[in-house]
C-alpha cells in the first residue's frame, strides 16, 4: 500500500467533493457516513419533537428556521427529511418566480415532490399518502381497495370510488369532491397516472387530456390552488403529516420598494392556519440577517403564526475536526502505514488559530480544510530532497610477492541535492474559472436528471430563468409583463442591442388550445399598442390546428412577419435552469468557488467569460448569443471531444497537481462513452500545448503525476 504523502499527491482533494451550495433536498443525495451527528442535533429534536405533535393532534404547526450563510440550513433539511421520510412526507418549495402566482407554485412544488419515491419504498410519496387515507385503512376497507385485484376494480368502478371518498369525508369541506376524488381515482390507473399528477400540479392540460381524467376544468386560479392544497390538508387526519419547507428564498419577486416580497408567504402560512388544514409541519427557512431586515415589513398578526422559531448555532471545534475526519477517512484507509491523527495532515492548532472563539460554521470548516489540505499537498512536492549517493569501492594492495594483500576501501560521497520541481499554483481567477465550470458541469447533470420534460416547469418559471439569463448577457432595460391580463407573467421586453426598438417574448407550453387562444389575443393587443416592434413566441408544443381561433390569430401574428415562433429544446432549458440555480445560490450567499465567495456580478461576469449559455440554442435564435456547437455528438456521428479536453485542463487548474490514472478515472466517470485511450490522447495533446505537463514520464502510469505549470531549476 502506498504511504499517505503519496495518496495526498495523486488523488483529488477531498474538501472539494463538499457541494457547499444549497439546492432541492430530493435532487441532492446526502452521504450519511460523512454527517456528525451531533451537529444540529438541538434543532434536529426540535423539529422532530413538532412533527410528532402534528401526528398527535393533526393540527397543522410553522417553525422559522435561522441561520447565517453557510450554517447548514439546507443540508439540515436535507438531514430531517432523510431521517423522517419513514414517518412523514417531505415537499422542498423554492423560490417562486411571481407573487401573483404563490399558491400555484406551492402546490406545483408539493405535488412535484409527493410523486417522488422515498428511500426503500417502491411506490411515491403520493401514492403511500392516498392508501394511508382512513377511508382505505378501515376494517376490510385496505383489503378491498388495494389487494392485488383492486386496481382493476378501481378501474372499472370509478363511481364507487368517488362515493366512497364522499362519504367518509362528508363533514371535511372538500372543495370541487366529485373532480378531487376523481382523479385521486385515476392516480390507481398506471395509464392516467401520469395525467392526474399533472392536474394537481395544475398543468393546462389540453382538451383531450381532461377528458380522459373526465375534468372540464384545470386549476388556473390561486384560489383553485389554494383550495385543492386544502383537499390534501382536510382528509389527511389519519396519515402522516405533510411536511412543507421553504428554502433558498433570497431570490423571491421584490417589492417597489427593493426589498423581498416574504409577505406574501406569510400570508400561505396564515391561511393554513386560519383555514384550519390539518396535518401540516411549515418549515419557514431563511438567513437570519435576511430576516432581520424583512420582518418590520411582515404584519405582526402573522408572524404571530409562526408557532416556534429554531435558531441554528455554530459548531463547536470538536465538531469541525469530526467533519475533517470524515472527509479524510477515505484516503486514510488506503494508506500503509494509517496516519496517526485521524485529521493528518491537517491539524487542531489551524482550527484553533483561525476560530479563536471556538466556534465556527460547518462552511467555514470546509473552505478552511479545503485550503490547508492543498496547501500541504504542494508542500509535500515543492519541498527539496536529496538523493543518497552509492558507496564507492577503491581496491589498494599492500606487500609484495606471495605477501601482498589487496585491500577493499568503501568510501561514502556525500548525498546529492535532488534538482526540485517547483509546481506554481494558478492565480485565483484561474482557480475561481476553472472550479466554477467544474461546478457548472456537476449542476447541470443535476438538472438534467430532474427536468426530463419541458412541461414539468411553469410559464413564470421559465420566463423568469429567461430573464435571468439575459441579465447576465448584458441585455438592456429588461421590463417583465409586456401583454396584459392573465398571462401577463408569461412574457417580458428589452431593448434590441443598438437599436431604439424593443423586443417582446412570450413563453407558453400551456396545452389547452383556449389558454393559447388567450395568449394569442394579448400579443395581437401589444403589438396593436406598439409596446414591442418585434414579438418572439416561444413555444414547443402545439398551436393546434388550422381551425381554431388561437391558430388563426398565431398565424396573422408569426406567418410573413417580422415576428417569429422558436421551437426550445430540452437542452436549452437546462442551461437555463442550470444558470437560475447558481442564480439562487448567489443570493443567498452559498456559492463558494476557491474559498471565495461568490456575488451576482461576479456569477454574471464568470458566465460571460466562460461563454456557457452561448451554447443554449434558444439564446441564439434570440440572437442574444451567437451560434456555436453544443457539448456532444458532432453531427457526424462522432462524439465532439472538446468537452472532455476542457474538463481535463479544469480539473488539473482545480488541483494544482494530481496522479494521471485519477485524472483519467475522474474524467471517465464524466464521459462515460469516451474511451480511455482518447482521454490519455487528449492528456498528450495538453501537453504538447503546454498547458500541462507531466513531470515525471518515464515512470509507470500508475506513478505518473501530471500539474499545471512546471518550473525546473
Not at 377511508?135 to 368502478?157: C, G, M, V
Amino acid at each position: 500500500m502506498p504511504s499517505i504523502n503519496d495518496i495526498i499527491k495523486r488523488e483529488v482533494n477531498p474538501f472539494d467533493l463538499t457541494n457547499l451550495k444549497p439546492g432541492n433536498f430530493w435532487g441532492e443525495q446526502q452521504d450519511s457516513i460523512l454527517m456528525v451527528e451531533s451537529i444540529h442535533q438541538e434543532a434536529i429534536a426540535e423539529l422532530e419533537g413538532l412533527l410528532d405533535l402534528v401526528a398527535t393532534d393533526n393540527r397543522s404547526r410553522s417553525v422559522l428556521l435561522l441561520g447565517d450563510s453557510g450554517s447548514g440550513k439546507s443540508y439540515l433539511l436535507g438531514r430531517l427529511k432523510r431521517t423522517f421520510n419513514p414517518k412523514a412526507f417531505f415537499a422542498y418549495i423554492g423560490p417562486w418566480a411571481d407573487s401573483d402566482y404563490i399558491w400555484r407554485h406551492v402546490l406545483r412544488y408539493t405535488v412535484d415532490s409527493l410523486i417522488q419515491v422515498p428511500e426503500g419504498e417502491q411506490e411515491s410519496q403520493l401514492m403511500l399518502w392516498l392508501k394511508s387515507l382512513s377511508a382505505f385503512t378501515k376494517r376490510n376497507l385496505q383489503q378491498r381497495f388495494f389487494n392485488d385485484s383492486i386496481w382493476r376494480l378501481l378501474q372499472s368502478d370509478r363511481q364507487k370510488f368517488i362515493k366512497h371518498l364522499k362519504q367518509t369525508y362528508k363533514q371535511a369541506s372538500i372543495y370541487n369532491p366529485d373532480i378531487f376524488f376523481g382523479v385521486l381515482h385515476d392516480l390507481a390507473n398506471p395509464e392516467l397516472y401520469p395525467l392526474a399528477c399533472e392536474w394537481l400540479k395544475g398543468d393546462d392540460l389540453s382538451e383531450e387530456s381532461m377528458q380522459d381524467l373526465k375534468v372540464k376544468h384545470c386549476i388556473d386560479s390561486e384560489d383553485a390552488a389554494k383550495n385543492i392544497l386544502a383537499n390534501f390538508g382536510r382528509i389527511a387526519t389519519e396519515t402522516q403529516p405533510i411536511v412543507l419547507c421553504f428554502d433558498n428564498l433570497d431570490n423571491i419577486p421584490r417589492l417597489p420598494d427593493g426589498s423581498q416580497d416574504f409577505q406574501a408567504l406569510f400570508n400561505v402560512n396564515t391561511t393554513i392556519h386560519n383555514n384550519y388544514l390539518k396535518n401540516f409541519l411549515v418549515i419557514i427557512s431563511i438567513i437570519t440577517d435576511t430576516w432581520r431586515r424583512n420582518t418590520a415589513r411582515i404584519q405582526p398578526a402573522d408572524k404571530a403564526r409562526i408557532e416556534r422559531l429554531v435558531q441554528l448555532k455554530l459548531i463547536t471545534l470538536d465538531q469541525a475536526e469530526a467533519l475533517w475526519a470524515y472527509r479524510l477517512k477515505p484516503l486514510h484507509q488506503q494508506a500503509n502505514p494509517q496516519p496517526t491523527s485521524p485529521i493528518f495532515p491537517l491539524n487542531r492548532q489551524v482550527l484553533e488559530g483561525s476560530f479563536p472563539g471556538g466556534k465556527t460554521m460547518p462552511r467555514n470548516t470546509l473552505v478552511l480544510g479545503r485550503q490547508e489540505y492543498q496547501k500541504y499537498k504542494f508542500s509535500i512536492v515543492n519541498t527539496k530532497t536529496t538523493e543518497t549517493a552509492k558507496p564507492q569501492i577503491i581496491l589498494t594492495s599492500e606487500g609484495t610477492g606471495d605477501s601482498k594483500k589487496v585491500i577493499a576501501h568503501v568510501t561514502q560521497k556525500p548525498d546529492i541535492p535532488k534538482t526540485p520541481i517547483i509546481i506554481n499554483q494558478p492565480d485565483e481567477s484561474e482557480k475561481i474559472k476553472a472550479e466554477f465550470q467544474l461546478l457548472w458541469r456537476q449542476e447541470y447533470q443535476k438538472v438534467q436528471g430532474k427536468i426530463t420534460k419541458i412541461t414539468l416547469l411553469a410559464a413564470t418559471e421559465f420566463i423568469g430563468m429567461l430573464q435571468e439569463a439575459l441579465a447576465a448577457l448584458q441585455v438592456q432595460e429588461i421590463k417583465p409583463k409586456l401583454i396584459s391580463g392573465k398571462y401577463a407573467s408569461y412574457s417580458l421586453s428589452y431593448q434590441q442591442s443598438g437599436k431604439r426598438e424593443r423586443v417582446g417574448i412570450v413563453w407558453t407550453e400551456d396545452s389547452n388550445m383556449t389558454s393559447f387562444f388567450n395568449v394569442m389575443n394579448a400579443c395581437k393587443n401589444a403589438i396593436q399598442q406598439n409596446l414591442c416592434q418585434t414579438m418572439y413566441l416561444i413555444r414547443a408544443g402545439s398551436i393546434g390546428n388550422p381551425k381554431l381561433a388561437g391558430n388563426q390569430i398565431y398565424r396573422q401574428i408569426f406567418t410573413y412577419t417580422n415576428h417569429d415562433h422558436i421551437k426550445p429544446n430540452l437542452t436549452s432549458v437546462h442551461y437555463l435552469a442550470t444558470y437560475h440555480s447558481l442564480v439562487n445560490s448567489v443570493l443567498a450567499n452559498e456559492l463558494v468557488l476557491a474559498g471565495k465567495t461568490i456575488n451576482l456580478q461576479e456569477l454574471q461576469t464568470l458566465i460571460r467569460e466562460c461563454n456557457l449559455l452561448h451554447k443554449c440554442t434558444l439564446l441564439q435564435d434570440l440572437k442574444i448569443v451567437s451560434k456555436t456547437s453544443d457539448d456532444g455528438d458532432n453531427g457526424h456521428g462522432k462524439y465532439d471531444l472538446q468537452p472532455v479536453k476542457n474538463f481535463l485542463l479544469n480539473l488539473v487548474t482545480n488541483q494544482g497537481f494530481m496522479g494521471v490514472p485519477t485524472l483519467i478515472k475522474e474524467t471517465n466517470a464524466q464521459f462515460t462513452v469516451v474511451k480511455e485511450s482518447e482521454i490519455q490522447q487528449l492528456i498528450r495533446e495538453l501537453c504538447q500545448e503546454q498547458k500541462v505537463e507531466i513531470f515525471d514520464p518515464k515512470a509507470k502510469l500508475q506513478d505518473q503525476l501530471i500539474c499545471l505549470v512546471t518550473k525546473k531549476k
